[in-house]
């Protein structure tokens, strides 16, 4: 439990924190061709070689789809990292000077980039995937916004804190030429100052503030984040926050609920709840070397009666499984659990994986590189700053924008391929035969209700009516290589490609994604995968139909459509083609785990105990709703993303 | 029953076509049942694709696919069964290891809640000799398509 008391009713003075304010949303929306040019040099007005789209959370972001007319802001290469960051830097400044001259008429006061709160968080060349030298071809930065929130009271030290649901990720060809530029921010307008709400806690360690962009109230401003309370808190008066989904009450039913199977820990001091003041001037107890950290995942098993305050749960800790009941109330429904234990409870989930994934060893080379990957990360511990770093950065680089469907597409593939991407022969690597679908249904559709609706009568007579090519409509994905529907698939996309510029949809970025389709890059297709209408906008989901899309360490998740993405690629190919199943029954299955699955194996385990699963890997995937070797390829993206900051 | 009766027309089969490549063609199903029986899947040293195609499905309801897979080769067969997703996955099958002559039940589940219009979805074999590498795998698609009314 975290309250909060208004300055009103403090004995104390106030402690004064920082909220900054911004431009509206509609301030990109309406500039974006122009504020696209200045900070990229592109104009994308009728460019297909690019894709530019607005972020939900606030912004917009630019991804080069061809070669051609990329912005070279600096004549000459990059030479290290230092380099890079210094001119990224001038980059910085020229932009700025360049964005406030060009609204200078509008007497538009803005900062495009709040230079003084930006922090490189990370600076690192990306290789070539293919050939025998590997070439360094492009440089990412990820900056986070790092502000100062408050003097503290005791140390007369300023504490800063993060934005957490933001951040810039600029990448660069060798050459200096941009080449994705991603802004989850809106421009800075003024700041100013605000009261800190004190907090009444029950809590054993210090609130964390962060602080989080509301693209409705066109403010940067500080919220406390609870290990208690999965809602964020709001620490000043103009702290509204961002849309969320609301909380349930708490219960603690008896039978299987596929969404409270794997929880995580709130608080192990729960039981003692006692409330009392936050005070900054009190000693701070440490948790108990005895008890599980906030953050841990457990699976919740079948309490004794409606009536227990306690429910039996089993965990992976310290390599070994372990049983021990916990307080209801301290079982949460998501791992955004942050505090200075989260590098241990990271380090114990990336342990756990790797204890399961050692049968797969030495059965394909490209494979062994990723078991390797989490094994050399699996001795690291993370620090708080690096996870809180991680967190934005991973968030600024592989979140899902559903604007530019193409674009997150093309940004993961890249990863995916980065990590892992086995050979299918001497010249091919999976990838290259890969073709994943950015097209939607809600694309399709989106003039249903026009007085002229073209592309959505389109698709209704060509997709849906074909058996061949009706595949968007659903709860998952799916495949196609079946070298008859292949063709069909091509040419339709072909088709498509001629006729949405005859649409309203001509400038979305999948017409543009559409546009750098020709018949020689489709012939190399050998695999096809669609994404299901309602799979795009899954945020929690366990599963998607028989996919398990629990993969996740410590505070870190991927979006649920890049999880259900790797469980297609192993439909029947090279990608992870060692990794079979076997049902609840004993019998063979493929990497699917329905929700059939996992109710059989919780009831067996609920009834029996974790011994009933024999050790079986099988059943333990079924029980954690997540495939182990598709947990395994999730957890190299992560990695990819968070190792070196 | 049914199943006896299936196995005892695969055996008869079996020995007519003892010496043939995957032999399977569409017997012309039309109307709208539960479960479906493909014909049998030789595996001989092939990784032929087959079509099944013009099911009627009721929308809403499950449609089952089985059918026997029977190695026709002189060793032991390592085998695995797939999907592509879309709603079909595979219900059950009990053996990975397929002596020679051995037969073995494929069963896939195809769930069509939510989804209207044609539909083509494609069910996978994959086989190596027993104790051999990933790297000698064969792939076999068995394609099924039709019309969810």
Redesign the interface.
């Known amino acids: 439990m975290l309250a909060v008391i208004k300055p009103k009713a403090m004995q104390e003075p106030n402690i004064i924190t920082k909220v900054i304010l911004t431009q509206p949303q509609s301030f990109i929306e309406a500039n974006l061709p122009r504020l696209c040019y200045l900070v990229t040099g592109v104009n994308p007005i009728d460019n297909k070689s690019v894709s530019v789209s607005l972020v939900d959370n606030g912004g917009f972001q630019f991804t080069k789809l061809s070669d051609e007319n990329s912005f070279n802001y600096s004549n000459a290469g990059i030479k290290d990292k230092n380099d890079f960051l210094k001119k990224l830097d001038e980059y910085f400044n020229k932009t700025n000077q360049a964005i406030t001259d060009a609204f200078a008429n509008q007497k538009i006061k803005t900062q495009f980039f709040p230079r003084a709160y930006m922090k490189p968080i990370s600076a690192s060349p990306n290789y070539n995937s293919k050939g025998a030298v590997k070439a360094v071809v492009s440089w990412t930065a990820v900056y986070k916004i790092e502000i100062p929130a408050y003097e503290n009271p005791i140390t007369r030290r300023t504490e800063y804190a993060n934005l957490i649901n933001g951040g810039i990720e600029i990448t660069l060809s060798a050459g200096g030429k941009i080449l994705s530029f991603k802004y989850n921010l809106l421009p800075v307008s003024s700041q100013k100052s605000a009261a800190l709400y004190k907090v009444v806690a029950d809590e054993s360690a210090v609130p964390q503030l962060v602080y989080l962009l509301n693209k409705n109230t066109n403010t940067v401003a500080p919220f406390y984040l609870s290990a208690t309370e999965t809602a964020y808190i709001p620490a000043s008066r103009e702290s509204i926050p961002p849309d969320e989904e609301p909380g349930e009450a708490f219960k603690n039913p008896m039978g299987f609920d596929k969404d409270r199977i794997v929880v995580w820990l709130m608080n192990p001091d729960v039981k003692k709840r006692k409330l009392k003041i936050f005070d900054f001037f009190a000693p701070r107890k440490k948790d108990s070397d005895n008890n599980l950290p906030a953050g841990a995942k457990l699976i919740r098993l079948e309490p004794a009666s409606e009536t227990d305050e306690n429910t039996p749960c089993v965990y992976w800790w310290e390599g070994s499984y372990h049983q021990k009941d916990f307080p209801e109330r301290s079982l949460g429904k998501n791992n955004n659990i942050i505090t200075e234990l989260s590098g241990q409870v990271l380090q114990n989930d990336v342990e756990h994986l790797l204890s399961r994934i050692s049968s797969y060893e030495k059965k394909q080379d490209e494979y062994d590189k990723v078991i390797k990957s989490i094994r050399d990360f699996s001795k690291k511990l993370l620090t708080k700053e690096q996870i809180d770093n991680g967190l934005i950065k991973l968030n600024s680089s592989l979140q899902l924008n559903k604007n530019d469907k193409p674009a997150t597409i093309l940004t993961w593939q890249k990863v995916l391929s980065d990590v892992y991407n086995p050979k299918v022969n001497e010249t091919t690597n999976f990838f290259d035969e890969v073709l994943i679908l950015p097209l939607s249904y809600d694309w399709f559709m989106e003039d249903k209700n026009s007085i002229t609706p073209t592309l959505s009568t389109y698709y209704e007579e060509t997709w849906q009516g074909d058996p061949l090519l009706n595949r968007f409509v659903g709860d998952s994905g799916e495949v196609v290589l079946d070298e008859n529907d292949l063709i069909k698939v091509k040419s339709e996309l072909l088709n498509l490609r001629s006729f949405v510029l005859k649409t309203a949809a001509k400038n979305s970025p999948e017409a543009a994604w559409l546009q750098n389709l020709t018949k020689e890059s489709l012939n190399r297709i050998k695999l096809i995968v669609f994404v299901h209408s309602a799979t795009w906008h899954y945020r929690t989901e366990k599963y998607a139909e028989s996919a398990a899309l629990e993969n996740s360490f410590g505070v870190f998740k991927l979006s649920p459509v890049l999880n259900l993405l790797i469980h297609e690629f192993t439909g029947h190919s090279n990608f992870l083609f060692f990794a079979t199943g076997t049902k609840p029954d004993g019998t063979p299955s493929d990497r699917h785990i329905d929700v059939k699955d996992t109710e059989a194996t919780w009831n067996k385990v609920s009834k029996s105990g974790l011994g009933s699963l024999k050790q079986n890997e099988d059943f333990i995937d079924h029980l954690y709703q997540s495939h182990r070797a598709l947990g395994s390829i999730a957890l190299a993206v992560i990695i990819s993303k968070i190792s070196n900051l | 029953m049914k199943s006896t009766f299936i196995l005892i027309s695969t055996c008869i089969l079996l020995y007519s076509f003892i010496n043939q490549e995957v032999a399977a063609e569409v017997s012309g199903f039309t109307n709208p049942t539960d479960t479906i029986v493909l014909d049998t899947l030789f595996v001989n040293e092939t990784t032929t694709?087959d079509?099944f195609q013009g099911f009627k499905i009721k929308r809403g309801g499950d449609l089952i696919f089985r059918f026997i897979i029977t190695n026709l080769l002189n060793y032991s067969l390592d085998i695995?069964?797939?999907?592509?997703?879309?709603?079909l996955?595979?219900d059950?099958?009990?053996?990975?290891i397929l002596k020679p002559k051995e037969l073995e039940e494929i069963v896939y589940i195809f769930?069509t809640k939510?989804?209207?219009?044609?539909?083509?979805?494609?069910m996978?074999v994959?086989y190596k000799p027993q104790g051999e590498s990933?790297k000698n795998?064969k792939?076999i698609?068995r394609?099924v398509?039709?019309?969810i009314e």
């Open positions: 694709t079509h695995s069964a797939s999907s592509g997703d879309g709603g996955i595979i059950h099958y009990t053996k990975r769930h939510g989804r209207e219009g044609g539909f083509s979805k494609t996978t994959a990933y795998q792939v698609l394609g398509s039709g019309v």
